[in-house]
């Protein structure tokens, strides 16, 4: 069985190029990443391609663009062009009408017939870009999974009709809507095309949403997201599952930092992931090793402490 991959989304900041958080970047290879989800923060530069030579030097590779809303017209072409500019093969919707009503961007749930037709929309779209060896994968969140139609749920609904989309199974998200992650990776098969690892702990956090009480009282509740390996996720289980489905990365997410910073979160969430067995020491051979920085303020004090302090 091969080892999967650390990757990471988010823990930048936001609204910066490139050149702004290339120390940043330099840090998390250091530490072990070896793929940050979303590359269009290269084509938010006007040297992409330097910048992304910069990256495959520290071990560091894209692994997708955002897939815009399937509303827009032009999608597909927009995805083929950015795609080709730094090289990737994935295009990531993370979101569409389910989440947009748990989060508050609109004040109706959507009903069957709207899924429907946006489901329709994506796996056209799906279609176009596999032409282009361009694969396109849906993110969940945890309202998929609790929002039914017919009797099933708005999740079943999308992959029982989406011949061509493929799915990027959040596990954290997927656990807090009470599915069991690794359960749902085997039910999708070849539909699965990534994972994203996220972890929460008892207690919720309030959420203002849109600021209707009365409209939010649903949707204010929202995880105590954690540290991976700190919290209820079965985190061992899910990643062993992934990398026999021979999935390439475990990506790391958390929506929101709640003791530690960025980077410290990171630190522990790969020092964690790789206690499990499943994940690859980076780079095999190389010049960085897990435990030395070559900037003295960020060099990890020790295993135990980012796996049990």
Known sequence: MKKLKAGFIGFLPADKDFDQVEEILKNYA??????????????????????????????MEPLCVMLPSVTDTGVVQKVIRDAGKIGVKRAASF???????????????PDYDELMREVEKLNIIAKELLQEGIITSFHNHD???????RGESAFEHMVKNSEYLKFEL??????????????????????????????????????????????????RAMPHFTTPGT???????????????????AIIEQDFMNYNNDQDTLRG???N?????????FPEGGKYEVGKSRNRRNRLWSDQHYLFG
């Open 143 to 149: 309202m998929e999974f609790l929002t039914f139609y």
């Open 95 to 109: 979101g569409g009408c389910i989440a947009e009503y748990r989060f508050g961007m609109r004040p109706a749930e």
């Open 273 to 281: 992931m790789k206690e499990t067995g499943y994940v690859d020491e």
């Open 170 to 219: 959040d596990c954290g998200w997927a656990l807090y809507a009470h599915r069991d992650p690794v359960l749902l990776m085997e039910e999708l098969g070849d539909k699965l095309c990534a994972v994203h690892i996220k972890d929460w702990g008892y207690g919720n956090v309030a959420w203002k949403g849109t600021g209707n009480e009365k409209e939010d009282s649903a949707r």
């Open 231 to 249: 919290g209820n996720l079965p985190l061992g289980a899910c990643l062993g599952k992934a990398a026999q489905m021979d999935i390439d990365y």
């Open 30 to 59: 250091e530490i072990g990443y070896r793929g940050i989800e979303l590359g269009d923060l290269l084509l938010q530069s006007p040297a992409p391609c330097e910048n992304l030579k910069k990256m495959k030097e520290w071990g």
């Open 269 to 271: 969430a790969y020092l």
